[in-house]
């Protein structure tokens, strides 16, 4: 897991200031198709960012409001300092194991003309697949300490960008929304834009706008005021005004930008964890992606055979033996009854004054379970509600180890200020100690932490089939959207596994066992489709035994050696190779329009591979949980041709013989 930097090449443009003739600097990722342009123009700085000669970002400026001053004007720039490297590191948590990559960088020292003299240094970092950028606010001998107002990125697309995006109303959410794709013309001024957000120009050009690293800072928005895109920073709690406060030498989270004319080089880029701090967890090995039952979806369903169902220990065992069974890493303990596991005054699972997550609610004996599961290979999460967690931390998380707990999801997060980031971190680094991994539900995207600390294993910020216990909303139209939005920023939790597929006309909402849109193999393909460490499976263990599919769910695997797209179309279908070891696993979706898909074998080794195909059967639309499964032997120089029905999928595993 160490970082290793070859610095290639150290270039000072000039010892001096730097004067009319020299107010541009300019920027080109390593295979000289993103060009980067930094202009000072009338003592202001500006930015513009073109691909293959076409503009991406016209010119846009840059500025910082801080609670002494505007950091906007009265500017100039110093000597620019260029590097170029080769960055090599490993991810125990990724859609890539292994990672090379090479940028281009600049650091551009920007000092103001008056009697403040601030400085803050612009640094760029190009590649391939797009470029970031970021402000460091350097020490000095006056100020040890600074309160930001306002960070004014701006991003200067051509008003008839096609954009894909979720509105907000506040900085309050879950980040859970239904996605949007109009031009750019028609969104709204002054309203809050979730990233990260798919841009498409005129051109056809793709560009996605997120954040990476981000730590001790404020998320990030985009709101459009003026016709020009610009960010917006969450407020700390209780007023409107501060958006950050630190010490100094500080820095901001990198601005990505990611960038091709080719939308599937966007889902396989490794700019997010590229940008991230190396990792910080120096023991690893405890650390096991996998896969988790989540029976609060289903509704905590039993069989009749099982006496007094409850939260106790014999409708965990129930759930236990079936993951032990069917090799499914993890089960989670969570509520029954719309009670949680643990012991809490409140109402609707929102903490009461005497909530105690180290204490288990009568009839719970978490020792008990935890012990059989480890007896039985399988490991024990839980579900938390952050701030009873987060009131005895400590204590919490010690507990947990004694227990023999391996993780939880900790829900109802809803912020992401800059207070809510650190409190995020601190979860990640004691639960760390404590060998804990963590899953962040109502929580803002991923920011490439899963580098930093390989234990957080998956982030939620997505409204997915949870809603069909209450909804009717969630589909393969709605699922389509989120490998070209949400998932760009990293793993995307998603409720899986429903296998009770009816036709659309057909679904009324049940709270207990579920019913789902699409088909059953659209199902099973978004376990590919999805970037998730930590894959659930959602439904009940009679839902699944000797049903049809069943058998691909049981050997998909959460982590990755690569990730290719092969074929993709934004808003309507994809298809994606994701590599694990010798085998390769294939994940096809669309939207409710059928269609087929063809794409060649040539990313495969040498040699011959046995195909399991899973495909939906001609009758989906009135059995959508029907599938056909074909075994075949094939090697690179085939192809393969998939039929997906409305809203339908296909999964593929290809073993090497």
């Known amino acids: 897991m160490k970082t290793k930097i070859f610095l290639l090449s150290f270039v000072l443009i000039c010892s001096c200031i730097t004067t009319n003739a020299q107010k541009k600097v300019e920027l080109t990722s390593p295979d000289d ?85 601030r400085k803050i240094n612009l640094v760029i970092r190009a590649f ?50 239904l996605y949007h794709t109009l031009s750019l013309d028609k969104v709204t001024a002054d309203t809050l834009m979730d990233m990260p957000a798919l ?78 701090e190396p990792c ?28 007094a169902p409850g939260n106790n220990f014999v409708t965990n065992k129930y759930y236990i033996d079936f993951c032990a069974r069917n090799h499914i890493e993890y089960h989670s303990v969570v509520e029954y009854g719309l009670h949680e596991w643990y012991s809490n005054d409140g109402a609707g699972f929102v903490p009461g004054p005497n909530a105690d997550v180290t204490k288990p609610v009568p009839g719970l004996d978490m020792q008990q379970v935890c012990d059989y599961a480890k007896q039985q290979g399988v490991g024990i999460r839980v579900w938390v509600y952050w701030t009873a967690l ?95 939005t949400r998932m760009l920023a990293g793993s995307t939790d998603y409720h899986l596994g429903g296998f009770r597929a009816v036709p659309d006309s057909l679904f009324i909402v ?22 998730n460490y930590l894959g659930m499976v959602c439904d009940y263990p009679e839902a699944y035994e000797g049903q049809k599919g069943f058998q691909f769910i049981k050997e998909v695997p959460t982590i990755w050696n690569t990730t290719k797209v092969l074929d993709a179309k934004a808003g309507e279908y994809i298809c994606i190779a994701r ?28 040699g011959n591979y046995r195909a399991e195909i899973y495909t939906d059967s001609d009758d989906t639309n009135i059995h959508p949980n029907n599938l056909l499964i074909q075994t075949i032997d094939i090697k690179r120089t085939d192809s393969i041709t998939v039929s997906l029905a409305r809203g339908g999928g296909a999964a593929i595993r290809l073993m090497k013989k």
């Open 199 to 276: 841009f498409e120009t005129p051109d056809h050009i793709f560009a996605a706008i997120t954040e990476a690293n981000l730590l001790d800072y404020a998320g990030m928005y985009l709101s459009k005021e003026h016709g020009i895109l610009r960010s917006k920073l969450s407020p700390l709690p209780g007023q409107t005004l501060i958006k950050v406060k630190a010490n100094l030498p500080h820095h901001s989270p990198w601005r990505v930008i990611m960038i091709s004319d080719r939308i599937g080089a966007l889902i396989e880029s490794n700019i997010i964890t590229n940008l991230a």
């Open 33 to 117: 198709n993103i060009h980067f342009t930094f202009s000072l123009i009338d003592q202001s700085v500006f930015y513009a960012v073109s691909y293959k000669g076409k503009t991406v970002i016209d010119k846009s400026s840059l500025s910082l409001n801080f609670s002494d001053g505007n950091f906007s004007n009265n500017l100039h720039i110093l000597s620019p300092i260029f590097r170029e490297a080769d960055e090599k590191y490993c991810l125990v948590t990724g859609k890539t194991k292994n990672v090379d990559e090479h940028f281009k960088e600049v650091l551009i020292p920007i000092e103001e003309i008056n009697a403040l003299h």
């Open 579 to 606: 590599k694990h070891d010798d085998d390769w696993f294939i994940g096809a979706i669309t939207n409710h329009d059928a269609r087929k898909i063809k794409f060649d074998l040539s990313f495969l080794d040498e």
């Open 128 to 177: 391939n697949d797009g470029l970031a950028f970021r402000y460091e606010f350097p020490d000095t001998e006056k100020d040890h300490s600074f309160i930001l107002t306002d960070e004014i990125s701006t991003f200067n697309f051509s008003s008839n960008t096609i954009v894909r995006t979720l509105f907000f109303p506040n900085y309050t959410s879950s980040h859970e929304g």
């Open 510 to 531: 049940n709270y207990t066992r579920p019913l789902m849109m699409g088909t059953r193999c659209h199902m099973l393909a978004m376990y590919v489709v999805l970037e």
């Open 390 to 484: 987060y009131k005895k931390l400590d204590a919490a998380f010690t507990q947990f180890e004694k227990w023999g707990i391996k993780g939880m999801m900790v829900d109802f997060l809803d912020r992401d200020d800059q207070e809510m980031v650190n409190i995020q971190t601190e979860i990640l680094e004691k639960a760390a100690a404590h060998h804990l991994h963590i899953q962040f539900h109502g929580a803002y995207k991923p920011t490439g932490l899963n580098r930093t600390y390989p234990n957080e294993f998956t982030r939620e910020g997505t409204m997915n089939y949870e809603v069909n216990k209450w909804d009717k909303r969630i589909g393969p139209d709605q699922d389509i959207n989120i490998p070209f």
């Open 280 to 307: 910080k967890i120096k023991d690893l090995s405890w650390i096991q992606p996998g896969k988790t039952t989540f029976p609060w979806w289903n509704g905590n369903v039993v069989p009749d055979t099982i006496n």
